[in-house]
Structure formats: C-alpha cells, structure tokens
C-alpha cells in the first residue's frame, strides 16, 4: 500500500484526539488483516490509542466489551 498516494491522504492525520496516524501500522490495517469482528476491532483500538487522561476509561471499556462478547458467544451468536 503506497501511503503517499492521493488516496491514503486520510491516513496522515487523525479526527480527534487519537494519535493513530504517527504509526506504520493502523488499526484498521490489524482489523482488515485478520477479519475482526467489531467487538476484537474495538478492543484492538483501545489497547492501540494514547489518549491522555483515558487510560483506566479505555480498560474498563475493554472490560465491558468482553463482558457483553463472552454472554454473546454463551447465547451462541457468532458474528
């Protein structure tokens, strides 16, 4: 993937406060690689960002997410 090509430009900069795009290697190259559901995507984002302040707020939301993906595969919903 070339990223200085004209239609890689979004990846050169983040919209908030996510420093993503100082990285090689985006989420969304780790959630394309290896298929993820939206439940491992997001988890994956939230061990990835740096945000200042949100450290605890982004585990305990990695907490709530595998709660809700682990009652989820206990029902038997695959994704």
């Given at each position: 993937m070339n990223m200085d090509s004209p239609e890689h430009e979004h990846r050169k900069y983040n919209v908030g406060t996510s420093d993503y795009s100082k990285y090689k290697i985006q989420p969304w190259d780790i959630w394309k690689e290896y298929?993820?559901?939206p439940w491992d995507a997001d988890i994956i984002k939230r061990v990835l960002r740096k945000k200042p302040g949100e450290e605890i707020l982004d585990y305990e939301k990695i907490i709530h997410i595998c709660?809700?993906?682990i009652q989820q595969l206990k029902d038997g919903y695959e994704f």
């Open positions: 298929h993820l559901n709660q809700e993906r």
